[in-house]
């Protein structure tokens, strides 16, 4: 209730102070757009219309912060169009004139009047109604005594007295009071939708643009870590493996002329060498997207890498759908990277592994109960998972104090 009413509060001040702000406004814009298209001829127009646009510019800014309250999120800011460094008079005058964003204001000035007209009007009326019709019974008699005063219950055939006009005043403002908070918080968001509309739609796309180039730029540094450590592995691993199994082969060879028996041992050693690079490039295959994963699905790929991990694995997953490529790569992936963390560094004893679909996102949910102190930071193995993420619009969240347990959750997008 107590929030309810502050936000009822909140929605009649945005909308009171609006109308004389949306007054001000207009009436700058229409005489700057005025003397400025009239002057043009004479070029003083465009230091009038560059002034103009700025006026309107810093009550949009003003907009945007009394917007936040309403909308019940913070609003960006668009990007203004800027001089260059040592430009001329006429540059740093017509610059203010371009770019889309300060005609947006302009016209933003222009229609806020009209609706803020409107909403001031209704807002007033529904408190007034409220107000009056609730309380008409301490002054209502007064009002009944006055001779030939024809009260709305009378026009209607409802009759006279202060009995009958003091419960029809009551009820009306009973009613009104029941509608008042959706009717101003309706005002309320009408005008900040306008605004929103017109003052931070080009910003909120812009900022869109970024999310998405700097995805774009995580994606290829976390592909690009991704092949220089396997790279690495494979390297310092298998490869030197398999030059040393070259060579103990050569020797058998050599002394399968001379002492049998020795040969025998040598082979033996080749063979142990071959189990553990096969077992190193299994390991190191978990980076690669199997088979498995395309042809049944993450629910059947994440039982294998569950199967594969040191750790006893839980694994629970609710869902049993296809989802496109790049989404279930990336689930499968964060999911063999942090278990590979947890073989690695956790020294924990047991972990979870959760999936499960939300509404249009995936949840992907990795517990340990190992000794915990796993975070994000740059050069640290979870940073590549959240640059992946951020590859599809993911975000992920760990919770590891010093101590344990660990908890991943990575929400992936799935529509």
């Known amino acids: 209730m107590r929030r309810l009413l502050s936000r009822l509060g909140g929605d009649t001040v945005y909308i009171l102070v609006g109308l004389p702000l949306a007054i ?11 003397a400025g298209t009239g ?29 936040r309250a309403v909308l019940g999120r913070d609003v960006p800011r668009p990007r203004y169009p800027t001089s260059p460094p040592g430009a001329g008079v006429f540059r740093k005058t017509v610059t203010p004139l371009a770019g889309g964003q300060p005609w947006l204001d302009v016209l933003h000035a222009l229609l806020a009047f009209p609706v803020a007209i409107v909403a001031f009007c209704v807002t007033v009326t529904w408190w007034a109604v409220t107000l009056t019709g609730l309380t008409y019974p301490l002054y209502g008699w007064i009002l009944s005594n006055i001779p030939d005063n024809h009260g709305l219950p009378e026009l209607l055939g409802l009759g006279r007295g202060y009995v009958v006009d003091s419960v029809f005043y009551l009820l009306l403002g009973v009613v009104f009071a029941l509608t008042l908070y959706p009717v101003v918080r309706s005002c309320a968001l009408i005008k900040a939708s306008l605004g929103r509309a017109l003052l931070t739609g080009v910003a909120e796309l812009q900022e869109r643009i970024d999310d998405l180039t700097e995805g ?21 691993g298998p490869q030197q493996r398999l030059v040393h199994l070259a060579m103990e082969l050569s020797r058998a060879q ?23 690079t096969l077992d190193e490039l299994r390991a190191l295959s978990r980076g690669i997207a199997p088979p498995i994963l395309a042809d049944r699905g993450l629910a059947p790929a994440l039982a294998a890498l569950a199967g594969r991990c040191t750790v006893p694995v839980e694994l629970d997953v609710q869902t049993a759908e296809r989802f496109p490529a790049l989404i279930e790569n990336t689930v499968y992936f964060v999911t063999a990277e942090s278990l590979t963390n947890v073989a690695k ?71």
Do not use: Y
């Open 39 to 67: 002057l043009l001829v004479v070029w003083l127009g465009v230091p009038v219309l560059a002034l103009t646009l700025l006026i309107a510019r810093g009550m949009g800014d003003v907009e945007r912060l009394r917007m």
């Open 254 to 276: 050599r002394e399968l002329q001379k002492d049998a028996t020795a040969a025998h041992e040598t082979i033996g050693k080749a063979i142990s060498a071959t189990r553990e």
């Open 24 to 34: 001000i406004t207009f009436c700058l814009t229409v005489a700057g757009l005025s």
């Open 216 to 236: 774009r730029h995580a994606a290829a540094h976390a592909e690009a870590d991704a092949l220089r450590r396997l790279e690495r592995d494979i390297h310092d």
């Open 345 to 415: 560094h956790s020294r924990a004893t047991s972990c979870s592994v959760g999936l499960t679909r939300i509404g249009d996102t995936l949840i992907l949910t990795i517990g340990d109960d190992g000794v915990g102190g796993a975070h994000v930071a740059k050069g640290h193995g979870l940073s590549g998972l959240a640059d992946r993420l951020r590859a599809v619009d993911g975000e992920l969240s760990v919770r590891s104090p010093a101590g344990g347990p660990t908890l991943i959750t990575a929400e992936v997008p799935c529509a």
